[in-house]
C-alpha cells in the first residue's frame, strides 16, 4: 500500500503524473473539475495536492485536510492558496517560479520585435486591402546597435538580455540588489538607478514585481528621460506603466510606441485610450507564460517537486515557511521575527546594489544553529524587489547567489550592551550600513540603526527622519504630524557621539499623507525621510 496519496485536481502534463506515479510509496489519482464540496469531501484522505489556478485552496479545505502535508502550484500565483492557513496547518506551498522563464523572455522580446516593424497594424492593414498603403505608412525601427534599458534583472530580465545582446544591442540594466561583478558577467551596464538606466534609452523593458515602489514605475518624468522614438514594452505587471502618461507621450511624437501583455485593469475596456493608437503598437492578452512548452514544464516541474518532498524530505521553491522540529523552533524561533524585521529594514534604509550581506552573532545564541535566523533576513531583504512568493526561507540563497550577493555569518566577540544581539550589515564598496536587535525579556526590539542607538518596536509603521543634531527640528516633526492628523504612538530619538547628526524613529497609527513626507523633506536641516511597515 502506497505510503502517500496525492490529488492532482486541475489538468497538468501527462508526463507530470507519470513522474509522481512513478516514484516508490506514491500513490496518484486524477480528478479535475472537483466542486468545492466534492473537494473538501475527499480531501481528508491526501498527502499531498497538485493544483492550477482553478481549484481554490481556502481555509476551509485545509481545515479538513487532516493529511495534507504539501500543495504544489503548477505555476507562479498562488492566490487561490490560502497560505496563512496552509502555514498555519504546518503544509509546505510550492510553486514552480522558474517553468515559464523562457516562456516570458521570448514573448516579451517578441513584443518589442513586433512594436519596432509595425507587425500588427500592418497585418491588419494588408487584410483590408490596403497593401500598397501599408508599405509606405508603417516603417520600421532598427534595434542594431539601439541601448536598451531593462527593469528587474532576475531570471526573465536575464534572458532578455541575452537575447537582446544577439541582436547588437547595447543593454543597461537596473535591478537593487545585481552587484557590478554579476553585471560584468552578464556583459550588461549596471544602472545605479531607474533614471540612469532611462536615460538615452531606446527601449525599456520591465520584469519587476508591482509594489507600492514600482506603482506607475514608467510615468511621464521617465519616458521623457528616453531618447525619441522610444519603444516601451511590459510584459510583467499591470500598473508599472502610467498608461494615461504612455499615450500622451505616443501621440506628441516623443515616444514611438509600445508592446503591453499586461493592463492596469483587465480585461481591458474596449475603449482604452491606447487602443485608439496606430502605429508601433502591439497588444496582446495576458499571455507570457502560455506556450505548450511552458505548461507542460510547471506541471513536470510540480510533479518533480512534491515527489522529491515525499521521497527525500527536499523542499524546492517554498513560498511560506517550513514546518521546524520542536527543538529548533524553541530554540531559535523568537529570533525570526526580529531577522525579519532587519531585513526590511535594510532593503529600505542601506545601499542599493549591495555586494554582500553579513549576519552576527553575540552571545548565548552565536553557539546555536543561527542558518534559519541568517535565511530570514535575506529573504526579508530580497523580499523587497522581489514579486510576491518568489523569494522564501529555501531558494533565497540560490537567489542571492544569482544576484551576486554575497551572504556570509559571523561572530561577534566584542564586548556590547546586550547579552545577545544579531546584527545585520549590508556591504557596497567601501560603504556599510548595519542594523541590529534583540530580545528583551521575550520581545524582538531594533536596538541599531547605522550605529546609532534606539528602541523600536519589530511591527507596525514607522517613519524614519535623519537631520541635522540641532534645536527645534523634533518640534517641526512633531507640528507637521499633529497638522496632518497623522498620531504618535512611540518615538525614539538618536544621535552621534559628535552631535552633527541625528536620527528620529516614530511610530504612527496611520501612513504619512505625501503632502506631510515632502513638507518635511524641505525642512532646512532635515537630510532624509523615510516611511515603512514592519
Do not use: W
Not at 130 to 146: H, M, P, S, V
Not at 479 to 501: E, H, Q, S
Amino acid at each position: 500500500m502506497a505510503t502517500y496519496r496525492v490529488l492532482v485536481s486541475d489538468p497538468i502534463s501527462e508526463k507530470g503524473v507519470e513522474a509522481l506515479a512513478a516514484a516508490p510509496g506514491i500513490s496518484v489519482d486524477v480528478k479535475t473539475g472537483l466542486k468545492p464540496e466534492a473537494l473538501l469531501e475527499i480531501i481528508g484522505d491526501y498527502h499531498g495536492l497538485v493544483v492550477r489556478s482553478e481549484t481554490k485552496v481556502t481555509a476551509e479545505v485545509l481545515a479538513a485536510a487532516k493529511n495534507l502535508k504539501a500543495i504544489g502550484r503548477a505555476g507562479v500565483g498562488v492566490d487561490n492558496i490560502d497560505r496563512k492557513a496552509a502555514t498555519d496547518h504546518g503544509v509546505i506551498v510550492m510553486n514552480t517560479p522558474t517553468g515559464n522563464t523562457i516562456s516570458t523572455a521570448e514573448h516579451a522580446f517578441t513584443l518589442m520585435l513586433s512594436a519596432a516593424r509595425n507587425i500588427a497594424p500592418a497585418h491588419a492593414a494588408v487584410l483590408k486591402g490596403d497593401f500598397k498603403a501599408a508599405r509606405k505608412a508603417y516603417q520600421g525601427i532598427e534595434l542594431n546597435t539601439k541601448r536598451l534599458a531593462i527593469l528587474g534583472m532576475g531570471r526573465i530580465g536575464t534572458e532578455f538580455a541575452k537575447r537582446a545582446q544577439a541582436f547588437n544591442m547595447h543593454v543597461v540594466a537596473y535591478d537593487p540588489f545585481l552587484t557590478q561583478a554579476r553585471a560584468d558577467e552578464l556583459k550588461v551596464e549596471l544602472a545605479a538607478t531607474p533614471d540612469a538606466a532611462l536615460t538615452g534609452a531606446d527601449v525599456v523593458t520591465m520584469h519587476v514585481p508591482l509594489t507600492p515602489e514600482t506603482n506607475r514605475l514608467i510615468n511621464a518624468e521617465r519616458l521623457a528621460l528616453m531618447n525619441k522614438g522610444a519603444l516601451v514594452i511590459n510584459c510583467a505587471r499591470g500598473g508599472l506603466v502610467d498608461e494615461e502618461a504612455l499615450k500622451a507621450a505616443i501621440e506628441s511624437g516623443h515616444i514611438a510606441g509600445a508592446g503591453l501583455d499586461v493592463f492596469e485593469v483587465e480585461p481591458p475596456p474596449n475603449d482604452h485610450p491606447l487602443f485608439t493608437l496606430n502605429k508601433h503598437v502591439v497588444y496582446t492578452p495576458h499571455l507570457g507564460a502560455s506556450t505548450n512548452e511552458a505548461q507542460e514544464n510547471v506541471g513536470i516541474q510540480v510533479a518533480e517537486q512534491l515527489r522529491d518532498f515525499f521521497v527525500t524530505g527536499e523542499i524546492k521553491n517554498a513560498i511560506n515557511m517550513p514546518s521546524l522540529d520542536a527543538a529548533t523552533r524553541a530554540a531559535i524561533g523568537p529570533y525570526l521575527d526580529l531577522a525579519a524585521a532587519l531585513g526590511k529594514l535594510l532593503a529600505k534604509l542601506g545601499p542599493e546594489n549591495p555586494d554582500s550581506l553579513r549576519v552576527s552573532y553575540h552571545g548565548p545564541l552565536a553557539k546555536k544553529d543561527t542558518g534559519l535566523v541568517s535565511r530570514t533576513v535575506l529573504t526579508a531583504l530580497l523580499e523587497a524587489s522581489r514579486p510576491d512568493g518568489q523569494v522564501n526561507i529555501v531558494n533565497a540563497p540560490a537567489i542571492a547567489t544569482q544576484l551576486g550577493l554575497d551572504v556570509t555569518e559571523s561572530t561577534i566577540n566584542a564586548k556590547t550592551e546586550f547579552s545577545e544581539l544579531v546584527v545585520a550589515e549590508l556591504k557596497k564598496g567601501d560603504v556599510r550600513y548595519r542594523v541590529a536587535g534583540t530580545l528583551i525579556g521575550q520581545s524582538p526590539r531594533i536596538v541599531e540603526i547605522d550605529k546609532l542607538y534606539v528602541d523600536c518596536n519589530i511591527a507596525g509603521r514607522f517613519l524614519f527622519v535623519e537631520n541635522d543634531d540641532r534645536p527645534g527640528i523634533v518640534g517641526v516633526i512633531g507640528t507637521a504630524l499633529g497638522n496632518a492628523g497623522v498620531n504618535i504612538a512611540n518615538m525614539g530619538l538618536a544621535r552621534t557621539a559628535d552631535r552633527t547628526r541625528a536620527l528620529t524613529v516614530i511610530e504612527v497609527d496611520s501612513e504619512p499623507p505625501a503632502s506631510l513626507l515632502d513638507l518635511l523633506k524641505s525642512t532646512p536641516g532635515i537630510v532624509k525621510v523615510i516611511t515603512l511597515e514592519l
